[in-house]
């Protein structure tokens, strides 16, 4: 069985803490020095015009193009730093390191819009335009590796699995880095309450998301939420809710990390909200496994309340397993009250 501790999750947490998050950092000077600097370009530019005799409005006009290379430049640097660091923890290469740049460069728009759409026919839309430009191979499979997984959420299960199964024959063109097939198989078992193929899932790809826990914080967090649905498919609802607590409890500490890192009001994005509502809803599921049944139905209504804050389409996925929960709590109390009657 899959296990992950609160101390390395702890662990994690100080590794995140620690972390310098460079771009956070990057912005956060932009915003906050932007006019001094230009302030203290334009008096140096009279400056130096009165020393050298050199037109100001040039001077000030190379200054601008140094900083214009400087806001390109550091952001760069900074993307293909994180991008190494990944690719080294997942097996990748060098080059593997460059194009993920280069990818988190050409659609980092996608990422925002997924944060705020979640998994909207907006961003599934989106997604279908860029892949109608794209050329590449490694792109072309990162992009369908996006589009699969917002389909899973869409619950359209067999357009999500033909993807799947169309970048699995591609592996050893464009590289597992960029399919991500171990998570697609084992979060779209999930999706569909397929346990069979979670366990042929897990077995399969036991190596890789071992070496996965312990790359960040989210990777843990997301390890947690694994580890409960490997509990509740092996009728272990007791370690299944201490998981599934685990996984909610780091995840608040995450976005707590995330809104002491901003110096502007951190806002929580839609993406966030439904992680929220999620954790909620799978902990409802497994107390009502345990037959805590008005506990679980407080956690039910938690996480409708996590979900009504969603300013975007909401999951069809959540509906589902939502709806579901819902109609056997439902019949728990028809069933008590037919007990009341007798």
Not at 21 to 34: E, P, T, Y
Not at 116 to 144: G, P, V
Not at 173 to 200: E, L, W, Y
Not at 282 to 289: F, R, S, V
């Amino acid at each position: 069985m899959m296990k992950i501790t609160e101390k390395e999750l702890d662990i994690l947490v100080e590794k995140e803490k620690k972390s310098d998050n460079l771009i956070s950092i990057f912005n956060n000077a932009v915003g906050k020095f932007f006019f001094p600097i230009i302030v203290i370009e334009i008096v140096a530019s009279i400056f130096i015009e009165f020393v050298t005799d050199i037109n100001v409005i040039l001077i000030f006009l190379l200054f601008i193009l140094a900083d214009s290379a400087l806001l390109f430049l550091i952001p760069l640097f900074i993307i293909f730093r994180d991008s190494v660091k990944v690719i080294r923890k997942i097996g990748g290469n060098f080059k593997d390191s460059i194009t993920l740049t280069s990818f988190s460069i050409k659609y980092g728009s996608l990422r925002i819009l997924h944060a705020n759409e979640i998994c909207s026919d907006k961003y599934i839309s989106a997604i279908d335009q860029k892949l109608e430009e794209e050329k590449k191979h490694k792109f072309l499979a990162s992009l369908n590796s996006m589009k699969a997984s917002a389909l899973y959420m869409q619950v359209r299960f067999t357009e999500a699995d033909i993807i799947v199964e169309e970048l699995r024959s591609k592996i050893e063109t464009v590289g597992s880095v960029f399919t991500d097939i171990p998570m697609h198989d084992i979060i779209s078992s999930m999706r569909k309450n397929d346990d069979r193929a979670f366990i042929r899932a897990i077995e399969k790809h036991k190596d890789y998301i071992e070496q996965q826990k312990n790359i960040s914080l989210t990777y843990g967090i997301n390890y947690a939420f694994i580890c409960a649905y490997e509990h509740h498919i092996s009728n272990d609802n007791a370690n299944a809710l201490r998981y599934i607590e685990l996984a909610e409890k780091y995840n608040n500490v995450y976005y707590k990390i995330l809104s002491e890192r901003s110096t502007k009001p951190y806002k929580e994005s839609n993406t966030m909200r439904y992680n929220r509502a999620a954790y909620k809803l799978e902990k409802a599921n497994y107390l009502y496994h345990l037959g805590r049944y008005a506990e679980a139905e407080e956690s039910l209504e938690a996480s409708e309340t996590i979900i009504a804050e969603v300013e975007c389409e909401i999951p069809p996925i959540f509906k589902k397993e939502h709806n579901q929960l819902l109609e056997s709590l439902s019949s728990i109390k028809i069933h008590k009250s037919q007990e009341q009657i007798k």
